[in-house]
């Protein structure tokens, strides 16, 4: 075991130079000129692993807006304290997504922040699973008036492959990216 980011790693990543596939499927989740991720170098690891990752990734362009994904991630990664996901995230993702100071923590402490009623169905949906698993009629109804039935798949979906990632990020005990945003010390008064 070797030391990342000055603290001990439970798997060792891959270190360049990566083999041809690997810096192919780096290549195409990175943006140009940034370093793959330490989670995504861990789980090269094993190849076929971080492959069928790579296949089911959903980070490409779908059937909702980015603001839309971002907050089911950035939830779902909260809800499982996923620190270094959700961190990863905020840092690449949450200007884009015109996420305020306050809704982004409200993502990891919950609370309105002014959500839009799809958004609000959002984070219910993100909730509601973590919770207790299955959806309820109500909930259900609440969605089905902002999504599409192909909408709602991508959602579970998401949710679904976040917590994953989720489970990989703290199993592992992935340090932060040095670029990483925190989970804010509090929730932000609204």
Not at 6 to 11: D, H, P, Y
Not at 132 to 156: C, G, M, Y
Request: net charge neutral; hydrophobic share 45%; charged share 20%.
């Amino acid at each position: 075991m070797g030391k990342e980011y000055g603290r001990m790693v439970r798997i060792a990543p891959l270190n360049p130079p990566y083999p041809p596939d690997i810096r192919a499927m780096f290549d195409a989740i990175m943006p140009e000129g940034v370093e793959p991720l330490l989670l995504f170098r861990t789980l090269a690891a094993n190849s076929r692993i971080f492959g069928r990752l790579h296949a089911g990734g959903l980070l490409d362009r779908g059937l909702l807006t980015l603001r839309q994904r971002e907050i089911v991630i950035d939830r779902t990664c909260a809800l499982n304290g996923c620190e270094y996901e959700w961190g990863v995230h905020v840092a690449f993702f949450a200007a884009k997504a015109k996420l305020t100071p306050e809704q982004i923590a409200a993502t990891v402490y919950g609370g309105n922040a002014g959500w839009s009623a799809d958004e609000s169905a959002l984070i219910g949906l993100c909730d509601e699973l973590d919770a207790r698993r299955q959806v309820s009629d109500a909930n259900w109804q609440r969605l089905s008036k902002h999504f599409t039935p192909e909408q709602i798949l991508e959602i579970v979906a998401l949710i679904g492959f976040y917590r994953m990632v989720s489970l990989y990020a703290n199993a592992l005990q992935l340090p932060l990216e040095p670029f990483s945003a925190r989970f804010p010390t509090a929730r932000i008064s609204q």
